[in-house]
């Protein structure tokens, strides 16, 4: 299976607790798990916008 990375953010918050290397079926108990795509700037803290796809500091 192909690695990807994501933002991982705590179940419903928007900041951006960790930025991780995993699996797209990897699951974290009490988290979700946003891919960060080519291109896209992610670190910790940023927020996430669900509606937009975006992330901002």
Do not use: H, P, R, W
């Amino acid at each position: 299976m192909e690695i990807f990375t994501y933002a991982l953010i705590k179940d419903g918050d928007t900041k951006v607790e960790n930025t991780i290397l995993c699996e797209e079926d990897f699951i974290l108990d009490g988290y979700y798990k946003v891919k960060i795509e080519d291109g896209v700037f992610c670190e910790i803290g940023m927020q996430y916008n669900a509606k937009k796809g975006t992330f901002t500091s």
